[in-house]
T-cell receptor, first 114, second 112 residues
């Protein structure tokens, strides 16, 4: 079966612009989480969605937002981009949250802010 | 706040050697623990999931153990191969099960 699909794979944006990243979970999975990975901070939790509702949010500024659609696909948006937003953004899908189920990650979107 | 530490940060071994990667966490109230591997510039590949009620899981040459009371997990790789070269990450979920806390990873190099 198809894995977690993230698009686009690579993005180059200019400071001050905004960007939208997309994540399509594994078919049947309803929980989607987003993580930011940087060399200095490692993997940090951004937010988690289940049934179109944000269940949990990490410690990121309000410039980072997301949503989930009725088909479980999720998008995250970063507004007013800063150089420090350059990172690999990873999305994970699981069957349900808090159900002892395995999480599967996509290949990520590499965002470079110049 | 949950903190996850992985030791060593980097490891280089000759092909064929057995090895152990360590993961420790500060809050034992976890839901489960999952081991991942990450190749350079790629996403995470799930290796093993250990639920909080379990003590170990095995998949092929991999064996992971979990000791919740001491806040420790180990990943044992038998008969290492060059293709095992990657960064290995352990992650624990909170007791609400909806957020991973990741370690900083162990970068493994298996020398042919």
């Amino acid at each position: 079966k198809a894995g977690v699909t993230q698009t686009p794979r690579y993005l180059i944006k200019t400071r001050g612009q905004q960007v939208t990243l997309s994540c399509s979970p594994i078919s049947g999975h309803r929980s989607v989480s987003w993580y930011q990975q940087t060399p200095g901070q490692g993997l940090q939790f951004l937010f988690e969605y289940f049934s179109e509702t944000q269940r949990n949010k990490g410690n990121f500024p309000g410039r980072f937002s997301g949503r989930q659609f009725s088909n479980s696909r999720s998008e995250m948006n970063v507004s007013t981009l800063e150089l420090g937003d350059s990172a690999l953004y990873l999305c994970a899908s699981s069957l349900n949250p808090g159900m002892n189920t395995e999480a599967f990650f996509g290949q990520g979107t590499r965002l470079t802010v110049v | 706040k949950q903190e996850v530490t992985q030791i060593p940060a980097a490891l280089s071994v000759p092909e064929g050697e057995n090895l152990v990667l360590n993961c420790s966490f500060t809050d034992s109230a976890i839901y489960n623990l999952q081991w991942f591997r990450q190749d350079p510039g790629k996403g995470l590949t799930s290796l093993l999931l250990i639920q909080s009620s379990q003590r170990e899981q095995t998949s092929g040459r991999l064996n992971a153990s979990l000791d919740k009371s001491s806040g420790r997990s180990t990943l044992y790789i038998a008969a290492s191969q060059p293709g095992d070269s990657a960064t290995y990450l352990c992650a624990v979920t909170s007791n609400t099960g909806n957020q991973f806390y990741f370690g900083t990873g162990t970068s493994l190099t298996v020398i042919p």
